[in-house]
Every structure is written in structure tokens, then in C-alpha cells.
């Protein structure tokens, strides 16, 4: 699977759109970008995903860049609830189980 | 409510005992996933089993066994074996055959080894 670079950490203020992005130039063609998040000391949460084509589903949107090496997780309204660890993971399509290769993730903070 | 549930949150042991992590899920999903996690650092997995009675070695099996024997459970055992046990240990589920279905984790268990 693509290895992912995301920053260490971002602030967002209350009610403001975060973008969180991401860098997987290596990716190939049957991959695809998941996002989820871990709030602290609790079980990681799916977010998102998508192939090429941007996403949007309650809680978040997904834009994929045409190249696809880079996309961005976009939280419309942060809220202090949106404080939390988010990961971006590129994963094969070529089987329909298996790991999820997390790497260190994003710290998005969300401020009042 | 379906989900996965891990017992206990929390977990003490002393150096050498073996322990018996719990994962139980009721959302009727074929594979389950354990996950170890060290601080400040993503998931990195350690066994995973598509069907009962079948399992895979993930990227860090050594000192570890599992079972499972039946769908909804997929008990992991850290032995006295596992150089450093000391670690929040996390179960996931998935359903199969659908693309890729996300997964779906549970609360976690906090393992510390004294």
C-alpha cells in the first residue's frame, strides 16, 4: 500500500471549515484514500473514502486531487468534538479485507 | 445496539503472566482485526481472521496467539513471550465481500505490564 505524509498538526477555530491534507504521490491506480480519526484513548472512526471522484457524506467531504497524489479531509463546521488524532490511508482495491496501515496522523486541534 | 465491545478497558499485569484480551462483536462481520497501539504512534496490527477457525499473522505477531472459534469473538493473548505487552490494544471488525467496507472499531484495552 501508498505511504501517506500528512502534518503533525493543524488548529482550526469553532465553526471554521478544517482542511486536512494529504500527500500520497506514490499511490496507484486500484488504491484507495480513507480517512479515519481517534478521539483520545477511544477506537479510530471512519470518516470517509474514495477512489477519484470527490466525496461528501455527513460528516465530511473528500477532494482527491485529478493526479490523485495528494486530497483534502474537509470537517465544514468544526466543532470542539472534531478534536482528534485524523489519519489518511491509501489501501489496495485488489482485496476486500486487511490491514489498515496507519501512520502517526494529523492532530487536529479545534479552538473557541 | 450492534458493535464491538473489548473487556476490560483497563489491564494490569505482572512480568511474565500470559493475558487474555476480549473482542466480541454482534454486527454479524466475517473478519476481525487486532491492532496494537504505542503512544504517539498510528495502529500497527498483529493478527487478523477472515473466517472462524482460520487467522493470519499480521505486521507484529511475535509473542501473540489468537483463536476463533466462533464468529463474533476473536480473543489475543499477550504471552510472556512479547518483549514490551505494555499497550492500548485495539479489536476491529469488517464485513467481507463488499468492496471495501470500512472497519469498525472497538473502545480499546489499555494493557500495562508491571
Known amino acids: 500500500d501508498a505511504k501517506t505524509t500528512q502534518p503533525p498538526s493543524m488548529d482550526c477555530a469553532e465553526g471554521r471549515a478544517a482542511n486536512l491534507p494529504c500527500n500520497h504521490s506514490t499511490i496507484s491506480g486500484n488504491e484507495y484514500v480513507y480517512w479515519y480519526r481517534q478521539i483520545h484513548s477511544q477506537g479510530p472512526q471512519y470518516i470517509i473514502h474514495?477512489?477519484?471522484n470527490n466525496e461528501t457524506n455527513e460528516m465530511a467531504s473528500l477532494i482527491i486531487t485529478e493526479d490523485r497524489k495528494s486530497s483534502t479531509l474537509i470537517l465544514p463546521h468544526a466543532t470542539l468534538r472534531d478534536t482528534a488524532v485524523y489519519y489518511c490511508?491509501?489501501?489496495?482495491?485488489?482485496?476486500?479485507?486487511?490491514?489498515?496501515?496507519f501512520g502517526q496522523g494529523t492532530i487536529l486541534t479545534v479552538h473557541p | 445496539d450492534g458493535g464491538i465491545t473489548q473487556s476490560p478497558k483497563y489491564l494490569f499485569r505482572k512480568e511474565g503472566q500470559n493475558v487474555t484480551l476480549s473482542c466480541e462483536q454482534n454486527?454479524?462481520?466475517?473478519?476481525m482485526y487486532w491492532y496494537r497501539q504505542d503512544p504517539g504512534q498510528g495502529l500497527r496490527l498483529i493478527y487478523y481472521s477472515q473466517i472462524v477457525n482460520d487467522f493470519q499473522k499480521g505486521d507484529i505477531a511475535e509473542g501473540y496467539s489468537v483463536s476463533r472459534e466462533k464468529k463474533e469473538s476473536f480473543p489475543l493473548t499477550v504471552t510472556s513471550a512479547q518483549k514490551n505487552p505494555t499497550a492500548f490494544y485495539l479489536c476491529?471488525?469488517?464485513?467481507?465481500?463488499?468492496?471495501?467496507?470500512?472497519?469498525?472499531f472497538g473502545p480499546g484495552t489499555r494493557l500495562t505490564v508491571l
Open positions: 454486527l454479524n462481520h466475517d473478519a
Open positions: 474514495g477512489l477519484k
Open positions: 490511508i491509501v489501501r489496495s482495491g485488489g482485496t476486500s479485507y486487511g490491514k489498515l496501515t
Open positions: 476491529a471488525s469488517s464485513p467481507l465481500g463488499q468492496g471495501l467496507p470500512e472497519q469498525f
